[in-house]
């Protein structure tokens, strides 16, 4: 072959592999887009959840964030943590089929009321199921009120059948609760929430996941509490 015919192969050649990069860029920053989108949408919906629950405020955006750095303490191991996000700030997205009578009953809940208000979990998956890009946002969305010994709901499952995404999030949504103010009592300390759940362990929590919470520093925590307070 000729050393010009060569040279114009060459030269062919690095256009393409111009352009290639030029086309993967594009596709990143498409990419980039999308992710926004989707993050921007479940905030967007958690926020909708929350909006009829007056006294929670930002809960859901806490509990995610909180949930977060137990599950990367813990060494959480997920193929997309924004997923395992979505499913923390999607977590009570079911209880949009809730009515307000019962979501906002100032009393106890009656046996039939109670059952109604347990069905969340499960029409909250259904929900979250037809939506491809949420994935393993389902597991948390439906196992978020299980217990390690068993006595939660939906499954009754126990220990590890509990997916860990869902065994982290309860440790995050105890300390989140017990630490934020309520119309009918003010917001515990950290070192009081570090308490009730070390007491939890084992039976309210997985005992790994409670000793992970425990060596988080209390800045860790109170940077997210200032940030979403
Ligand atoms: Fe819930």
Redesign the pocket.
């Given at each position: 072959m000729p050393v010009s015919e060569i040279e114009d192969l060459r030269s062919e050649l690095a256009r393409l592999h111009a352009q290639l990069a030029v086309h993967e860029r594009e596709a990143e920053r498409r990419e980039r887009d999308l992710r926004c989108s989707y993050e921007a949408t479940v905030r967007a919906l958690a926020g909708a959840v929350e909006a009829r629950d007056a006294y929670t405020g930002k809960h859901a955006e806490r509990v995610a964030a909180y949930g977060l750095e137990i599950g990367r303490a813990h060494g959480l191991d997920t193929d997309d943590e924004a997923q395992v996000e979505f499913g923390f700030l999607l977590?009570?997205i079911?209880?949009v089929a809730i009515s307000d009578a019962i979501l906002h009953k100032p009393g106890r809940l009656t046996a039939s009321e109670r059952e109604q208000m347990r069905r969340?979990?499960v029409i909250g998956e259904q929900i979250v199921g037809g939506i491809d890009f949420l994935g393993d946002a389902r597991q948390v969305v439906r196992s978020?009120?299980e217990r390690w010994d068993g006595a939660g709901y939906p499954d009754r499952l126990a220990g590890e059948e509990i997916p860990l995404p869902a065994r982290v999030f309860a440790v995050a949504d105890t300390l989140d609760a017990l630490t934020s103010d309520r119309p009918y009592r003010a917001a515990a300390s950290f070192a009081h929430a570090r308490e009730v759940i070390a007491a939890g362990a084992g039976t309210q929590f997985d005992p790994d996941v409670a000793r992970t919470f425990a060596e988080i520093p209390d800045e860790r925590l109170d940077a997210i509490r200032c940030a979403l307070g």
């Open positions: 977590h009570d079911g209880k969340h979990p978020h009120h």
